[in-house]
């Protein structure tokens, strides 16, 4: 079990692995809604069970003042501690260009998950690619 963080190009193959087998065949959402242009410009992180098995990913914009998205974990890899692997990636990431706070919509369902990493809601439930979601938050300060 390691983790990669690193630009898009190096880890587009491994990452779209994961994230369209979670998003668009699990989830059914649109590869329309679910590719967009800000993957160039975040930084990703991409867990592997094995080497070349990636089996999560996540991403931050770190242009949007730590923004993370795109958080998935293949469903027979849940559970295991790869969400948690991934977020902390991205927490360091963010540690590294001196940001003192991530935010993210999460899926109304993972909140506890994210709650038990120290992330706070911070808003109300709102609809986003056909499912509730909800903003989180937390600082990120040593």
Not at 6 to 18: I, K, S
Not at 28 to 39: C, N, Q, T, Y
Not at 96 to 123: C, E, K, M, N, T
Not at 124 to 136: I, K, L, Q, S, W
């Amino acid at each position: 079990m390691y983790t990669r963080c690193d630009r898009y190009e190096n880890l587009a193959n491994d990452l779209h692995r994961v994230r369209d087998a979670v998003f668009l065949i699990e989830q059914g959402v649109s590869a329309e809604k679910e590719r967009d242009l800000f993957d160039q410009d975040c930084m990703h992180a991409v867990a592997y069970s094995e080497p070349e098995f990636p089996v999560a990913t996540g991403r931050i914009d770190l242009q949007q003042l730590g923004k993370v998205g795109r958080v998935a974990v293949l469903k027979s890899h849940r559970r295991r501690g790869y969400g948690t692997l991934i977020m902390r990636a991205l927490e360091q990431a963010a540690r590294d260009a001196q940001l003192s706070h991530i935010w993210f919509h999460a899926q109304a369902s993972a909140v506890p998950f994210y709650q038990s990493l120290g992330y706070q809601v911070s808003g109300t439930e709102f609809m986003e690619a056909g499912m509730e979601h909800v903003r989180m938050e937390k600082s990120i300060t040593d």
